[in-house]
Nanobody
Framework: QLQLVESGGGLVQPGGSLRLSCAAS????????IGWFRRAPGTDLEGVSV????????NYADSVKGRFIISRDNAKNTVFLQMNSLKPEDTAVYYC??????????????????WGQGTQVTVSA
């Protein structure tokens, strides 16, 4: 079972950027697709982006398409989420999660087996 740790969250002004990292241990991340999810106060978990195990395929929620970029470095067992043009509505706790699959999974919370503890992103002036 992979253990995942997110980092890189913080406070940023609207229009700013942050880069989140998801570091894995306890296994080879190259066998897993990795998804990013977020939970804003009072809401359910929302799928943000997902990347296949090889990094060759990606998908994004419509709300972040064109602003966020997901990438991975399997040699370093790390997945990244570059977040640009941040908006106040991007404020949430961001989680990464792993699913052992060769293809690109849908962002369905119940399908992902390993989760990190989350990192807070706050977008505010």
């Amino acid at each position: 079972q992979l253990q995942l740790v997110e980092s890189g969250g913080g406070l940023v002004q609207p229009g700013g950027s942050l880069r989140l990292s998801c570091a894995a241990s306890g296994g080879n991340m190259a066998f897993y697709a990795i998804g990013w999810f977020r939970r804003a106060p009072g809401t359910d978990l929302e799928g943000v982006s997902v990347i296949s195990s090889s990094g060759g395929s990606t998908n994004y929620a419509d709300s972040v398409k064109g602003r966020f970029i997901i990438s991975r470095d399997n040699a370093k067992n790390t997945v990244f989420l570059q977040m640009n043009s941040l908006k106040p509505e991007d404020t949430a706790v961001y989680y990464c999660a792993a699913k052992m699959i060769a293809g690109l999974p849908k962002l369905i919370v119940a399908d992902f087996s390993s989760w990190g503890q989350g990192t807070q992103v706050t977008v505010s002036a």
